[in-house]
Each structure stands twice: as structure tokens, then as C-alpha cells.
């Protein structure tokens, strides 16, 4: 079941610089996208959202871009620091069907430099 | 800020045997889940339950997995006759019925193993 992709299992920036994580999809029913947050020997942890209704959804220093005719939704992290260092997992759901089952990607392991 | 917490956050365990893992999910969700990690995977919905009564299940969810809300306040996942391939971290995770519906708060974990 590889309905949610990410293809880039590591990604090391600088510190300051800009993190993007992308991560693709195949099921057009997918109405509701997130991206979560995991630290090792942690539970995954909300960091943000769009509804496909959407293409821009921005929260201080996360950004996730939809972009429905791609399939294809992306996290940027600006400026990156080094406590965002961690795995980040993708994930979707048709939200009003299925109470909430999310699917997640594989995950991208984020490394921060200083 | 309320969490979900899980217990215990290890089991070691034989083939075979019984386990149950528990979870206290946040006070005012209404909806609860499972979902597992096995080691360098991806994470993988097992169940949800809404109401007292499983809404959804995976594949995985065969007969040797149950799950149960006892007493209003913990959430358990049961698994009848363990076998090698359960060795996985085991998230529990809970949500409001009235918002995102997609967006699940995590416990922190109950890894499992196998012998």
C-alpha cells in the first residue's frame, strides 16, 4: 500500500536555511492532508494541516503547499534550527468518511546543522 | 496541556502469550485509535473506535487483535497469541469529534517484542 510517498528518507540542511519535505500521493479521494513530527522514542506530534480546498496553509515558521493536479503537497521549514530535527511523516485521510484513519509516508529524516 | 498515555512502554513477551497494552486517551475525545510502527516502517492504522464499537479496521486487525474500553477512561489493545512479526511500537491516539477529524494526538508508545 504505498498510497502516501515520501521518497526522500534524509534531508540535512544548515541551520537558517530552508527545510522542504515533499511527499506525493495516489488517492484522489484524499481530502484532508498533515504533516506530523517524531522525535525518536516519541509518539508522532501534529505540526500542521490543509484541507484540499486549499494550497496554502502557513503557521509561524511551517508552510505546506497542496498541489491537487500534482498530487503532490511539500513542507517548508524557514528558517530551520537545529531542534527540528526529526522524522517527519506525511499523512492523509478522507476526513469526513473514515473518522479520522490517517495514511501515513515513510517518513524523511530531517537533520539540522548549526 | 492534556496527552494520551500509554502503558507499559516496554514488553518483552514469549510467543504465544497474551498481551494487552493500555492506553488513557485525552478526557473529551471521542474518537480512539491504534496504529503500529514496525522498526524502519512506516506507520500503519490498525483500528479506530467510536461510540463503543470498532468504526473502522485494517487488514492487519485479524482475529488475535481486540480492542476494548473498559471503564470510560482507558482504551486496551489486546493481542490473543503473539507472534514474532507483532514486535512493533504500538500507538495509541485519540481525537475530537468535532474538528479536523484527521488531526490524532499521539501517545508516546508501547514497544513490544517479541521472543
Known amino acids: 500500500d504505498q498510497q502516501v510517498k515520501q521518497n526522500s528518507p534524509s534531508l540535512s540542511v544548515q541551520e537558517g536555511r530552508i527545510s522542504i519535505l515533499n511527499c506525493d500521493y495516489t488517492n484522489s479521494m484524499f481530502d484532508y492532508f498533515l504533516w506530523y513530527k517524531k522525535y525518536p522514542a516519541e509518539g508522532p506530534t501534529f505540526l500542521i494541516s490543509i484541507s484540499s480546498i486549499k494550497d496554502k496553509n502557513e503557521d509561524g515558521r511551517f508552510t505546506v503547499f497542496l498541489n491537487k493536479s500534482a498530487k503532490h503537497l511539500s513542507l517548508h521549514i524557514v528558517p530551520s534550527q537545529p531542534g527540528d530535527s526529526a522524522v517527519y511523516f506525511c499523512?492523509?485521510?478522507?476526513?469526513?468518511?473514515?473518522?479520522?484513519?490517517?495514511?501515513f509516508g515513510q517518513g524523511t529524516e530531517l537533520s539540522v546543522k548549526p | 496541556e492534556p496527552e494520551v498515555t500509554q502503558t507499559p512502554s516496554h514488553q518483552v513477551t514469549q510467543m504465544g502469550q497474551e498481551v494487552i497494552l493500555r492506553c488513557v486517551p485525552i478526557?473529551?475525545?471521542?474518537?480512539f485509535y491504534w496504529y503500529r510502527q514496525i522498526l524502519g516502517q512506516k506507520v500503519e492504522f490498525l483500528v479506530s473506535?467510536?461510540?463503543?464499537?470498532?468504526?473502522?479496521k485494517s487488514e492487519i486487525f485479524d482475529d488475535q487483535f481486540s480492542v476494548e474500553r473498559p471503564d470510560g477512561s482507558n482504551f486496551t489493545l489486546k493481542i490473543r497469541s503473539t507472534k514474532l512479526e507483532d514486535s512493533a511500537m504500538y500507538f495509541c491516539?485519540?481525537?475530537?469529534?468535532?474538528?479536523?477529524?484527521?488531526?490524532?494526538?499521539f501517545g508516546e508508545g508501547s514497544r513490544l517484542t517479541v521472543l
Open positions: 491516539a485519540s481525537s475530537r469529534r468535532d474538528t479536523s477529524g484527521g488531526e490524532l494526538f
Open positions: 473506535f467510536y461510540n463503543n464499537e470498532i468504526s473502522e
Open positions: 478526557s473529551n475525545h471521542l474518537y
Open positions: 499523512a492523509a485521510s478522507v476526513r469526513h468518511n473514515q473518522g479520522g484513519k490517517l495514511i
